[in-house]
């Protein structure tokens, strides 16, 4: 079959050409603006030829705040991270999202997608946070689609009952250690099982593909 004939990736026709891509950011504040980007983690989803959604490779980078960023203590405590630990390997904003976001160019085009839509629980900050750092540091190729997401904060309350994450994922029966949560890996790695589960779980149902 040549490449003009043959059959677009299953992932293609699931999400109106959108590939998923899990985010997690830990930061200084609540301000996008403002606050400092400490850390991102991005996990990427695939599907095999039955349509089944799974998580892929993991991808991280530790940043350093911006010129001028604030750090509010109260976040510094929450995440536990020390912005000035020489063993954090941080990079500048620009350094390290362009790695972040050369492999979801590769994947969104390995899928056949169009784009990467943002899927984050309460999708917004970290999509707020990620857009912020890209327009400061002047990033052109920006994957992610400008303003839409997929939150699991609601989809869990949808299938679950529940909106906060580790409780989502222990109704879903994925295992959630409050020791671990909190750096972007994990906490974006949970959210992509949970976002898979969900999906998965409706497929399962017969939700998709939806009734003719």
Not at 9 to 25: K, N
Request: proline share 7%; net charge negative.
């Amino acid at each position: 079959m040549t490449d003009e004939n043959k059959e677009p990736h299953p992932m293609a026709r699931r999400f109106r050409g959108f590939l998923p891509v899990v985010v997690d950011v830990e930061t200084g504040g609540f301000n996008p603006e403002k606050d400092a980007l400490l850390e991102v983690a991005a996990v990427l989803l695939t599907m095999d030829e039955d349509g089944w959604l799974r998580r892929a490779e993991t991808h991280v980078q530790q940043i350093d705040p911006f010129e001028g960023a604030n750090l509010e203590q109260s976040a510094l405590d929450f995440t536990g991270i020390d912005p000035w630990n020489p063993e954090r390997e941080a990079v500048p904003e620009r350094e390290g999202l362009s790695e972040i976001f050369s492999p979801i160019r590769k994947a969104v085009k390995a899928h056949d997608c169009k784009r990467a839509v943002l899927v984050g629980h309460n999708a917004t900050f970290d999509h707020n946070f990620v857009f912020a750092a890209a327009l400061r540091s002047d990033i052109k190729r920006n994957p992610f689609h400008p303003f839409s997401t997929f939150d699991t904060a609601t989809l869990a309350g949808l299938a679950y009952g529940h909106t906060v994450l580790a409780q989502a994922c222990k109704l879903a029966g994925i295992p959630f250690s409050n020791k671990e949560a909190h750096s972007a890996a994990y906490d974006a790695e949970k959210t992509a099982d949970l976002f898979c589960g969900i999906v998965n779980r409706w497929k399962e149902l017969g939700g998709f593909p939806p009734p003719l």
